[in-house]
């Protein structure tokens, strides 16, 4: 029996740190993974909607051979995302807030 938890890399603890984590804080969480690890894992992050940009983070601290050899086609696309990417990446998705704009209300 093969579920999807058994193809993360890492443990889920350390997903969740990775998930928790301000964006340039995440190479520094990685660093001590090896390349392969790094490359796995970033693969395994862009595959799921909610861990995107994680996978994008890594992926910037892969080298492209090491990326194709793990997802083929894909390692390369995720490669490139991962370059065109800024250095100072705002918060992700889940702690954007929504704005709101109060408009005033006239009188009858």
Request: hydrophobic share 40%.
């Amino acid at each position: 029996m093969n579920s999807r938890a058994e193809d993360c890399p890492v443990a889920e603890e350390f997903i969740g740190r990775l998930y928790h984590a301000p964006a340039h804080r995440i190479s520094e969480l990685v660093s001590e993974l090896s390349e392969l690890d790094r490359g796995s894992l970033a693969a395994f992050c862009y595959g799921r909607a909610h861990l995107r940009e994680i996978g994008y983070a890594i992926a910037a601290t892969c080298d492209l051979e090491t990326l194709v050899s793990i997802g083929g086609r894909v390692g390369s696309f995720l490669f490139d995302l991962s370059r065109e990417r800024p250095e100072e990446e705002k918060a992700p998705s889940h702690y954007k807030q929504a704005k709101v704009s109060l408009a005033q209300l006239s009188a009858f």
